[in-house]
């Protein structure tokens, strides 16, 4: 079955608006849902229909509001605010955000029992393996701890996805009915604990 895929600028005549309509606009709002899509099916490794997630539908609207993006319910909702108020490459960020919050459209949450940390550098991973790294981003083997979430947990698990390729990809499938830290000793041999220094260790210098 295919994805619909809407797209609606509620934002009015806000300098964010006018910015979305004159720089990245509907027709490429579309496309980088799907293309971020078919990029999470590839990343998740999810080939059959059967692993992904049942979502007929994804809409796209971007509002004045404050933050940046949220995900609810198959919606993502993007700050005109925030759009208005770049430098630089507001296309590039706003494909880079999308493959977030689009992540969060398709990944699975441990059936609510994941950490939250965990499902936000999940999506950045993504964001990451896409090549759309914002500059503010920390640097691999900076954070406090494994499940900090966004760019620290991002880099982590890219770091565990060097160990094991697919990695990613497996913790994902492993959390469609549930979740525990034992996933990481199930597929590295390593508490996520050991893992974390380890990480930390390998980029100290």
Wanted: net charge negative.
């Amino acid at each position: 079955m295919a994805v619909e895929y809407l797209v609606t600028n509620n934002a009015g005549d806000s300098p964010g608006s006018m910015r979305f309509t004159g720089e990245i606009g509907i027709p490429h709002g579309q496309q980088m849902l799907t293309m971020s899509t078919d990029f999470i099916w590839g990343t998740f490794q999810q080939n059959d229909p059967a692993d992904r997630k049942d979502v007929a539908r994804v809409s796209l609207f971007i509002d004045n509001m404050d933050g940046v993006a949220y995900t609810s319910n198959d919606e993502i909702h993007v700050s005109a605010t925030y759009l208005g108020g770049l430098s630089g490459d507001v296309k590039g960020e706003f494909t880079g955000v999308l493959y977030h919050e689009m992540t969060h459209v398709w990944q699975w949450n441990g059936a609510g029992q994941a950490p939250g940390g965990l499902i936000e550098g999940i999506a950045d991973f993504v964001r990451l393996r896409s090549g759309y790294v914002p500059g503010h981003w920390l640097q691999p083997g900076h954070g406090d701890r494994w499940d900090q979430g966004y760019d620290v947990t991002a880099r982590f698990l890219d770091y565990c996805n060097g160990l094991r390729n697919g990695f990613v990809a497996e913790l994902n499938k492993n959390m469609r009915t549930g979740y525990s830290d034992n996933y990481f000793v199930d597929l590295l041999g390593k508490t996520v604990g050991q893992l974390w220094s380890e990480y930390k260790a390998a980029y100290a210098n």
